[in-house]
């Protein structure tokens, strides 16, 4: 195993591990990012999710280095159970540049997470689509919905999320 991956071992899911250190190591040798992306594919759970929080850090100010990925996120990642990975998973798929057809697959892979079981995952959910109807006001309609649905069943952590992004939302529609 790589000493990357090893750095993220151990413990349990209450902590993020050495998860903070592993995206300074990756943002000095980018190149190590593809052995986060091997990581993820751990039968470890923990290290599987461990991998996704640094994964999501590193592209919150570099997400082009996602788009090597694009293909194993949207067929392989994105179907990983596992909710501390998918409510990493949930930003990294609004992060990526799409073609309509991939845009399609991602709203419908991201509207499937806010049947989750998680709260969390629910709520990543909903800002990765809000995300997007910021990128493209052509989807504003269906996320708004989708949204407001959500806020009308959901935990008080899920219902304030959700009227924040309806409020940003409304602001930007037509």
């Known amino acids: 195993m790589h000493a990357l991956l090893q750095s993220l071992s151990g413990g ?18 980018p190149e190590l990012m593809k052995v986060l992306f091997q990581g993820i594919e751990s039968a470890d759970p923990l290290l599987r999710m461990r991998c996704a929080d ?18 194993k996120l949207l067929q392989e990642l994105s179907k990983i159970e596992q909710q501390e990975v998918r409510w990493h998973v949930a930003p990294l ?6 073609a309509r057809e991939e845009e399609c697959s991602v709203l ?10 998680s709260g ?7 800002q990765a689509l809000a995300d997007m109807a910021h990128r493209n006001p052509r ?7 989708r949204i407001e649905a ?18 940003r939302l409304e602001k930007e529609s037509p």
């Not at 798929?93 to 799409?98: D, K, N, Y």
């Not at 959901?154 to 924040?164: S, V």
């Open 54 to 71: 640094a994964i999501e850090k590193i592209t919150r100010n570099r997400p082009e280095w996602l788009f090597p990925y694009k293909r």
């Open 139 to 145: 989807l504003l309609p269906d996320v708004k919905a």
């Open 150 to 167: 959500l806020v009308a069943i959901g935990a008080p952590a899920m219902k304030a999320r959700g009227k924040k992004l309806l409020g």
């Open 108 to 117: 419908n892979i991201l509207l499937g997470y806010t049947n989750d079981r």
């Open 12 to 29: 349990d899911r209450r902590s993020i591990g050495e998860s903070n250190r592993v995206v300074c190591l990756v943002l000095e040798q």
């Open 120 to 126: 969390i995952v629910k709520t990543m959910a909903m």
């Open 93 to 98: 798929l609004a992060r990526l540049p799409l």
